[in-house]
């Protein structure tokens, strides 16, 4: 099986999705974190150009447990749909998709093994101060995918594209309009 990023882009280059794509016994496996479900459909359906293949929303039957530093998938059993490398967080990272009905099965065998479960402000936190932009929130249709990264979501060589235009010039000419980036400050505060 493989595993990469994949964005749905706009006519203007614009981010309208940002997938993790996991391709597993004859399908694709399709996530993304966040955003308007109905809007990033329509977005992907826009790259639909065989009649054989069909979009189907399971969101509401599966759910993506992020994990670090857990290698022992093997003990969660059935349980787990599948996994994708994901460095959200930290270098090893892993999202694993599971069904919403084994969801707190696989929380509790989690935190048997001494995992923590981070709070949503925790979370963000670790993947701000990592420079790990995330969509919709740093990545979005306001944005140029190259202004926000991930470029491994954008394959240069792959033929023509929805968006492709405004990419592949912005990267000819080497220099973006703007650019997310992540600053580091270090403030005193006098009594």
């Known amino acids: ?30 996530y993304c974190d966040a955003g308007e479900r109905a809007e990033v ?7 639909k150009v065989a009649d054989r293949v069909d979009i189907i929303d399971l969101s509401d039957q599966y759910a993506i447990v992020h994990l670090t530093g857990f290698d022992a998938l093997g003990e969660l059993g059935d349980k787990i749909l599948t996994s994708v490398k994901r460095h959200r967080i930290s270098q090893n990272g892993l999202d694993i998709i ?23 402000l925790e979370f963000e936190s670790l993947r701000i101060s990592r420079g790990n932009p995330q969509f919709p929130i740093e990545i979005n249709s306001e944005s140029i995918i190259l202004e926000t990264g991930p470029a491994e979501a954008v394959v240069f ?35």
Do not use: H, W
């Open 98 to 120: 599971v069904k919403r009905e084994n969801l707190s099965d696989i929380k509790n065998a989690l935190q048997a093994k001494g995992l923590t479960e981070l709070t949503n």
């Open 157 to 191: 060589g792959k033929g023509c594209y929805v968006g492709q235009e405004v990419v592949e010039r912005v990267d000819s000419i080497g220099r973006l309009p703007k650019m997310l980036i992540r600053l580091k400050t270090k403030a005193e505060f006098q009594k």
């Open 41 to 47: 459909i329509k977005a992907f359906s826009r790259y």
């Open 1 to 30: 099986s493989q595993e990469f990023l994949g964005a749905a882009l706009s006519p203007q280059g614009r981010t309208e999705g940002l997938f993790a794509i996991k391709s597993l016994e004859g399908k694709f496996i399709l």
